[in-house]
C-alpha cells in the first residue's frame, strides 16, 4: 500500500493530558497529521498543527520520532479518490499557505466556527488542519467547519466518512508498527503487536 499525499496519520500519544483528552472525546486517537508533498514528487512529509504551531517535518524521521518517544502506537487512513495534478497542485498550495502558523486550541475556538482565513491568521489545531486541507482541496465538504473536527472524527465510522466529496473514500486503518520500524529502500513495514479492533491487518506501506 503507497502512502500518498493527503493520507491522514493517527495518533495515540502516551502523555496524560492526550489520555484526558481521549477520555473527554470517547475515542481512540488524541492527535493526527497529515501526509504531504514538498520539494517534488514523492518527496514526503508529515504536517502538524503541535505546540510548536504548523510545520511539516520528513516524514519517516518523523514517525520514528514518535514511535520511540511520544506514542503508544500510531496508524494510517489512506484517503482513496482522484489525486491528479490539481489535488497534488492544491495540497502543496495549501501546505505553503498554513506553515508556520500558530497552534490554538482556545475556548473561542471550541466554541465558535472559524473560517480558514481566521485559523490561518489564529492559529489551528490538529485536526482542524486536516479536516482545512480537505475542504481546501475539495475532498471535503464545508456543512461542518474545520475547526468542529476531532482527531476521532478520522477513525473508521467517524463523521468525515460522511463529509466526503463525491468520489472519494477513506481506507480502512492500518496500524504502524510502535516497537520495531524498518526503514530501508523508502519502505516502512507495518507490523504492531497492539492490535485494536478498528484496525486492519498489519501491510506494508510504500512511502
Known amino acids: ?4 499525499p493527503g493520507d491522514v496519520v493517527l495518533f495515540q500519544s502516551a502523555n496524560k493530558l ?9 475515542s481512540e486517537w488524541d492527535h493526527c497529521g497529515l501526509v504531504v508533498e514538498l520539494y517534488g514528487r514523492r518527496n514526503l512529509h508529515l504536517l502538524e498543527s503541535t505546540g510548536d504551531g504548523v510545520k511539516s517535518y520528513p516524514f519517516v524521521p518523523r514517525i520514528r520520532a514518535y514511535a520511540v518517544e511520544f506514542c ?5 487512513r489512506r484517503l482513496s479518490g482522484p489525486r491528479r495534478r490539481r489535488f497534488r497542485t492544491s495540497m502543496k ?14 475556548i473561542r475556538k471550541l466554541l465558535t466556527k472559524q473560517t480558514f482565513e481566521a485559523s490561518a491568521e489564529r492559529g489551528f489545531f490538529c485536526s482542524e488542519l486536516v479536516a482545512a486541507a480537505w475542504q481546501e482541496t475539495k475532498v ?4 461542518k467547519a474545520a475547526n468542529q473536527f476531532w482527531p476521532t472524527d478520522f477513525a473508521e465510522g467517524g463523521v468525515v466518512e460522511k463529509s466526503l466529496m463525491t ?7 492500518v496500524l504502524i508498527d510502535t516497537r520495531v ?24 506501506v510504500d512511502i
Open 1 to 4: 500500500m503507497s502512502t500518498q
Open 18 to 26: 492526550a489520555g484526558l483528552q481521549r477520555g473527554v472525546t470517547w
Open 72 to 76: 503508544k502506537y500510531m496508524a494510517i
Open 93 to 106: 498550495e495549501f501546505t505553503a499557505s498554513v506553515k508556520g502558523a500558530k497552534y490554538n486550541l482556545g
Open 140 to 143: 471535503m465538504n464545508m456543512e
Open 167 to 173: 468520489g472519494w473514500t477513506m481506507e480502512p486503518t
Open 181 to 204: 520500524l524498518e526503514v530501508g529502500k523508502s519502505k516502512v513495514r507495518v507490523s504492531v503487536g497492539v492490535n485494536p479492533a478498528s484496525a486492519a491487518p498489519p501491510i506494508e
